[in-house]
């Protein structure tokens, strides 16, 4: 079987459920494209997670969870004297904030296991890591891991890498920039936001961002922009530009990029093209954003109809 891999951090979520109450959920950047990519790719792929756990009770909840959507969790290793890290959303019109508690946060150890974590790269068709999944880890721990992604895709695994900026989890902007150069340059396919880029780099464009990752040696990149223009590069391809599904009332922003991502990595696994793959994109990350949470219930008749 063909096997997509996602590797990062999956935390307690606490999402407004109103009047001041909060639902508890499971949920991280990365593993919200597993969530999204399990439920876009055919069966004869396994979707997996590659991370690292406490072993307390919220721990093997998150793991219960994560077997329940159909994730494979093999990839998963369980540290002791660690938990998970929480982070609560809060809302204001449709964007959200959110505060962090992850000091004791197993994945910060996703990459002290060279060994381990070189088995669990062994064979994947593709693996996806982000921005969060680099600035958790120590300065060695990304490079152990962007070694790691760099040897994988040299044995023909596909890597991708969701930009994905949290500032407040980096030493500071240079090392920001650094980090984010350094995992474009282990990847295939780079999925960068132009607000974000524009804020670090001082992009005026997105053929700024293009640019600079094609520089790295990424082969496709595409450049999210909310509701605005969606910008391709691809190697075969060149630019193309796509506008994004119209939607009447955005409730909840959260996992829009994640699920975005899970779309496109997922049209590119079954070879259907940028175009097509794009399409797809945007059609799950329009659903996501009209509901609630990060793992949103997809209608895929609504989808598969948006690719006929």
Same mark, same amino acid.
Request: glycine share 10%; aromatic share 8%; charged share 25%.
């Given at each position: 079987m063909k096997r997509f891999l996602t590797l990062g951090e999956?935390?307690?979520?606490?999402?407004? %459920? /109103?009047?001041?109450?909060?639902?508890? /959920?499971?949920?991280g950047d990365t593993f919200n494209t597993a969530y999204y990519a399990r439920r876009l790719l055919p069966q004869d792929w396994t979707v997996g997670y590659c991370s690292a756990v406490g072993q307390d009770a919220v721990s093997d909840d998150m793991l219960d969870l994560m077997r329940g959507h159909g994730i494979d969790i093999s990839g998963v290793r369980k540290v002791a004297d660690r938990t998970l890290g929480l982070y609560m959303?809060?809302?204001?019109?449709?964007?959200?904030?959110?505060?962090y508690w992850r000091r004791q946060s197993a994945a910060k150890l996703l990459a002290d296991d060279p060994d381990w974590l070189e088995t669990q790269l062994d064979g994947a068709s593709m693996a996806q890591f982000s921005g969060i999944t680099l600035a958790i880890l120590s300065p060695e721990g990304r490079n152990t891991l962007c070694a790691a992604l760099a040897r994988a895709r040299a044995n023909g695994t596909h890597v991708a890498f969701d930009t994905n900026l #949290?500032?407040?989890l980096w030493e500071d902007?240079?090392?920001?920039?650094?980090?984010? #150069?350094?995992? %474009?340059?282990?990847?295939?396919?780079?999925?960068?936001s132009f607000d974000e880029e524009e804020g670090l780099f001082g992009d005026a464009t997105p053929a700024d961002t293009i640019a600079r990752y094609r520089d790295?040696?990424?082969?496709t990149i595409a450049v999210k922009d909310g509701a605005g223009t969606l910008t391709i590069w691809d190697k075969t391809e060149g630019t193309q530009e796509f506008q994004p599904v119209k939607i009447d009332s955005v409730i909840d922003t959260t996992a829009a990029g994640d699920s975005f991502g899970a779309g496109f990595? %997922?049209?590119?696994?079954?070879?259907?093209?940028? %175009?097509a793959s794009a399409h797809l994109a945007m059609a799950v990350a329009a659903q996501v954003v009209q509901a609630r949470g990060a793992l949103v219930d997809l209608?895929?008749?609504d989808i598969e109809g948006t690719q006929a």
């Amino acid at each position: 079987m063909k096997r997509f891999l996602t590797l990062g951090e999956c935390m307690v979520e606490l999402a407004p %459920a /109103g009047d001041q109450l909060y639902h508890q /959920g499971f949920a991280g950047d990365t593993f919200n494209t597993a969530y999204y990519a399990r439920r876009l790719l055919p069966q004869d792929w396994t979707v997996g997670y590659c991370s690292a756990v406490g072993q307390d009770a919220v721990s093997d909840d998150m793991l219960d969870l994560m077997r329940g959507h159909g994730i494979d969790i093999s990839g998963v290793r369980k540290v002791a004297d660690r938990t998970l890290g929480l982070y609560m959303i809060q809302l204001i019109n449709g964007e959200r904030s959110f505060s962090y508690w992850r000091r004791q946060s197993a994945a910060k150890l996703l990459a002290d296991d060279p060994d381990w974590l070189e088995t669990q790269l062994d064979g994947a068709s593709m693996a996806q890591f982000s921005g969060i999944t680099l600035a958790i880890l120590s300065p060695e721990g990304r490079n152990t891991l962007c070694a790691a992604l760099a040897r994988a895709r040299a044995n023909g695994t596909h890597v991708a890498f969701d930009t994905n900026l #949290r500032p407040r989890l980096w030493e500071d902007e240079d090392t920001m920039r650094a980090g984010l #150069r350094m995992g %474009a340059e282990v990847s295939d396919t780079v999925l960068p936001s132009f607000d974000e880029e524009e804020g670090l780099f001082g992009d005026a464009t997105p053929a700024d961002t293009i640019a600079r990752y094609r520089d790295c040696g990424a082969s496709t990149i595409a450049v999210k922009d909310g509701a605005g223009t969606l910008t391709i590069w691809d190697k075969t391809e060149g630019t193309q530009e796509f506008q994004p599904v119209k939607i009447d009332s955005v409730i909840d922003t959260t996992a829009a990029g994640d699920s975005f991502g899970a779309g496109f990595l %997922a049209g590119l696994a079954m070879e259907r093209g940028i %175009a097509a793959s794009a399409h797809l994109a945007m059609a799950v990350a329009a659903q996501v954003v009209q509901a609630r949470g990060a793992l949103v219930d997809l209608d895929m008749t609504d989808i598969e109809g948006t690719q006929a």
